[in-house]
């Protein structure tokens, strides 16, 4: 399984940004893949899921309304939109996938993980 981010930058407050994950080496079943955030000295989040199945997504709550998780099947790629970005949302993130049958919402319930992109929002 491979996962490469990309798209992170600098912009301003805001102002949108297009994350991109290119996966490989996803074929299992109840595959959910998702976007985390870690900022500095701060624990690793959620920010949203998608469900391969069914392309069912959750976001967390700072998320919705803001941040839209997507998928291309073809592509293979998983994409995160985020819109009226503000400085808080400044962090590493980072895609990962996961086998689970519920919607899995703990970074530890994700075995792969990309390398992460940073993203920072200038006030």
């Known amino acids: 399984v491979l996962l490469v981010e990309s798209g992170g930058g600098l912009v301003q407050t805001g102002g949108s940004l297009r994350l991109s994950c290119a996966t490989s080496g996803l074929t299992f079943s109840l595959l959910h893949t998702a976007w985390f955030r870690q900022g500095s000295g701060k624990d690793r989040e959620l920010v949203a899921t998608?469900?391969?199945?069914?392309?069912?997504?959750y976001s967390a709550d700072f998320a919705k309304g803001r941040f839209v998780i997507s998928r291309d099947k073809v592509k293979k790629m998983v994409y995160l939109d985020m819109n009226n970005l503000v400085p808080e949302d400044t962090a590493v993130y980072f895609c990962?996938?996961?086998?689970?049958?519920?919607?899995?919402?703990?970074?530890?319930?994700?075995?792969?993980w990309g390398q992460g992109t940073q993203v920072t929002v200038s006030s």
């Open positions: 990962a996938a996961a086998r689970s049958m519920d919607i899995p919402k703990n970074q530890y319930d994700y075995s792969f």
């Open positions: 998608i469900r391969w199945s069914d392309d069912e997504t």
